[in-house]
């Protein structure tokens, strides 16, 4: 019997985020931003072809990831954002400690039962922007999120084994 492939493509709401190396995932996340990168293209011509350009690839620029997640009792991404740049004391003393303040990030996917089938490591981030608590309004019925722009140096994909899908017969009886 062929092997069945899977045709539809996975939901994007199925997913958790976790800091490499850790077995628990960052709580609460509930929207991550694309993972995108573009490449300059490099145009030149040959001196003896004034009429065609070629092109080469250049720079990569990966663009930053933002995550959101309502806002709880958990510190982590506050804590992360505080070692790039922090308030040392009352007095108005600024501390900067670029200690440890890059950490590799892994987003996993995962399908309608539960099974993780696609997963991403982010190399070298470290939190640009850090919004601790959003706009406050009496008025509304909102959740409020806490947001953090992670800067990186590339991300891969990892090889994952993804889950059997499941086989059909099309032989009745």
Known sequence: MPEVKRRDPYKNFRFRVKFSGETDYIAGISK??????TTEVIR?????????SRKLPGRTEYEAITFERGCTVDTAFEEWANRVWSLKNSAGGLETSLKDFRRDLIIDVFDEGGQQVLSYSVHDCWVSQYQGLPELDAGSNGVAFEHIK???HGWVREHTNPP???QFSDTAG
């Open 32 to 37: 991550v931003s694309g993972l995108k990168r």
């Open 44 to 52: 030149h011509r040959d001196g003896g072809d004034p009429g065609t």
């Open 150 to 152: 992670v800067e990186h």
């Open 164 to 166: 059997q899908e499941p």
